[in-house]
């Protein structure tokens, strides 16, 4: 039996002192990481974020298998984040779509969760109607039966507002622990013919900047998920059949997190060691093309 057909779905439930440690790790690191870039200057932090929210994109989308081009990606995202990087190559409609959905959740993570939203961030995604060769409904709840036994269609609305009015609830407040449980339950419901894995992640990156009340990103889920992509859906396979006890769930995605963290500072290696540097030679009197050049 699969969780959404049993009578007490949604409830799900957890044992607290068995993700307690691994929640105080992860809130200590990422304490940690927004302390270290909490003292870089603007122009690092927005390198950062940049270097980031690539990994983001790039990632997120090779785990459904579509693969971008990272600089195309770079070059999409610094032109909406007004940021000046010339020589890189343009970027396409299916690019863009997808920059647009993440930096909408994590820009505008104030703002609620809605039907509209969600829509919106779908039809973002499939551009052209179709994903790959085959023609598909966008902007709306699926209508036709898809291979994973999700629920009927019929109970997509019922389905759909239930989730979104506990999104949109104080119920745990933003944080990881609703970012994973918001994350598995929109993949439970799988409301969309395809791309509701993308969509799941974008939500999960929505409440951590929500957590984190910023839309600058400093580590990235997606590109740790991408590298345990099996464990990933072993992870969420387990979970889907049997009781609503989603405590190796959450155990999973903190341990994932925490090794997110953790690869940040390789992928964010060189913005930290420029910002020691600044640290060590603040006091020089350098022009601002050496600033501008040391800073790249």
Same mark, same amino acid.
């Given at each position: 039996?699969?969780?959404?057909?049993?009578?007490?779905?949604?409830?799900?439930?957890?044992?607290?002192?068995?993700?307690?440690?691994?929640?105080?790790?992860?809130?200590?690191?990422?304490?940690?990481?927004? @302390? %270290?870039?909490?003292?870089?200057?603007?122009?690092?932090?927005? #390198?950062?974020?940049?270097?980031?929210?690539?990994?983001?994109?790039?990632?997120?989308?090779? !785990?459904?298998?579509?693969?971008?081009?990272?600089?195309? $990606?770079?070059?999409?995202?610094?032109? %909406?984040? @007004?940021?000046?990087?010339? @020589?890189?190559?343009?970027?396409?409609?299916?690019?863009?779509?997808?920059?647009?959905?993440?930096?909408?959740?994590?820009? #505008?993570?104030?703002?609620?969760?809605?039907?509209?939203?969600?829509?919106?961030?779908?039809?973002? =995604?499939?551009?052209? @109607?179709?994903?790959?060769?085959?023609?598909?409904?966008?902007?709306?709840?699926?209508?036709?039966?898809?291979?994973?036994?999700?629920?009927?269609? %019929?109970?997509?609305?019922?389905?759909?507002?239930?989730?979104?009015?506990?999104?949109?609830?104080?119920? =745990?407040?933003?944080?990881?622990?609703?970012?994973? =449980?918001?994350?598995?339950?929109? $993949?439970? !419901?799988?409301?969309?013919?395809?791309? #509701?894995?993308?969509?799941?992640?974008?939500?999960?990156?929505?409440?951590?900047?929500?957590?984190?009340?910023?839309?600058?990103?400093?580590?990235?889920?997606?590109? *740790?998920?991408?590298?345990?992509?099996?464990?990933?859906?072993?992870?969420?396979?387990?979970? *889907?059949?049997?009781?609503?006890?989603?405590?190796?769930?959450?155990?999973?995605?903190?341990?994932?997190?925490?090794?997110?963290?953790?690869?940040?500072?390789?992928?964010?290696?060189? $913005?930290?060691?420029?910002?020691?540097?600044?640290?060590?030679?603040?006091?020089?009197? =350098?022009?601002? %093309? *050496?600033?501008?050049?040391?800073?790249?």
């Amino acid at each position: 039996m699969y969780i959404w057909e049993r009578t007490e779905w949604p409830d799900f439930r957890w044992d607290d002192g068995s993700i307690a440690s691994k929640e105080k790790q992860f809130l200590l690191d990422l304490g940690w990481l927004l @302390g %270290r870039m909490d003292g870089l200057g603007f122009s690092l932090k927005e #390198n950062a974020n940049l270097r980031i929210l690539t990994q983001e994109v790039v990632k997120s989308s090779e !785990i459904e298998g579509e693969r971008f081009n990272p600089l195309s $990606v770079r070059s999409s995202l610094g032109r %909406r984040l @007004g940021m000046d990087i010339a @020589g890189l190559p343009p970027s396409n409609r299916s690019i863009d779509g997808v920059v647009d959905v993440i930096l909408d959740a994590t820009g #505008n993570h104030a703002d609620p969760l809605t039907k509209e939203r969600l829509c919106a961030w779908h039809g973002a =995604l499939f551009p052209t @109607g179709r994903s790959g060769l085959v023609a598909i409904q966008t902007g709306a709840w699926r209508r036709a039966a898809v291979h994973y036994e999700a629920p009927p269609a %019929r109970r997509l609305d019922h389905e759909m507002d239930r989730f979104l009015a506990w999104f949109n609830s104080d119920q =745990l407040g933003p944080g990881p622990v609703k970012a994973a =449980l918001a994350h598995l339950w929109f $993949v439970t !419901i799988h409301p969309f013919e395809d791309g #509701n894995g993308r969509i799941a992640r974008a939500i999960m990156e929505l409440v951590h900047a929500r957590f984190e009340r910023s839309s600058l990103r400093f580590f990235s889920l997606s590109h *740790q998920i991408e590298q345990e992509r099996n464990d990933y859906y072993a992870a969420l396979k387990a979970t *889907q059949s049997g009781t609503l006890d989603v405590s190796a769930w959450l155990d999973w995605y903190f341990s994932c997190a925490i090794r997110a963290i953790a690869s940040s500072k390789e992928i964010l290696g060189g $913005v930290l060691a420029r910002g020691k540097f600044w640290d060590t030679w603040a006091t020089e009197d =350098l022009n601002e %093309r *050496q600033i501008t050049m040391l800073n790249k």
